[in-house]
C-alpha cells in the first residue's frame, strides 16, 4: 500500500534490494584486504546504510556524522555545519561515505574535503541517488545507485520535514504537500 502523501511509487522494495547489493558487491571488492571507515550521514541514509554493509566481507568500522548546511536553498551558503561528529579518528583511514542522495553537492563536497583535510588516507562517496541536473559543486559520487529526475522524494531513510524515513520503498512526495 503506497502512503497517501506519494504521487508514486519511484523505486521499490525490490528494485532498493537488488541495486544495494550490486552496488556493495563492486565497492567490497575495491576493499578486499583493507579495514575502510564507513561513515554514514544522519539521518537520511539510516536504511541504506545497514542494508550496504550488510553485503561487505571486507571488516569495516561504522562511524556517523551528522550535518546541516546553513540557510538550506540559499546560494552558497559558505560552511558545512557539524551537528555530530566522528567518533574515531580518520587520520591514515580508507573511508567510504554513504550518503542518501546527491543534489547541489554541497555537503558532500564539503564533507569530502574536510575528511582529507583530517588526514584520510582515501576518501570514496558512496549514494543512494543521485540527481544531476541540481548540481552545483564539482563533486561526483564514486559509486550511486539510481540517477533520478529533479523530484522531491521520500522514503527508505529519507524525509520532508522529518516525515516518511520508516517507508520502504523510494516515492514522489505530492506537490500538494510542499507547496501549501
Ligand atoms: P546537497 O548538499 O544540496 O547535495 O543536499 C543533499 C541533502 O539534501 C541530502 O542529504 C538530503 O538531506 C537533502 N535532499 C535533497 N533532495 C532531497 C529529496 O528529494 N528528498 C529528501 N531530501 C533531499
Ligand atoms: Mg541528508
Redesign the pocket.
Known sequence: MMHKDCERIMLTEEQLRSRVKEIALEVDERYQGKRPLVVG?LK?SIIFYSDFIRHLTCPVELDFMAVS?YGSGAVSSGKLNIKKDLDRDVKGRDVIIV??????????ANLKALLLERGAASVIIVTLLN?AE?REYDIAPDYNCFDIEN????GYG???NEMYRSLPYIGILKRSIYEK
Open positions: 550521514i537520511g548546511s550518503e542518501d542522495i546527491i543534489d547541489s553537492g554541497f555537503t558532500l540527481k541540481r523530484e522531491f522524494v521520500i529519507l524525509d520532508y
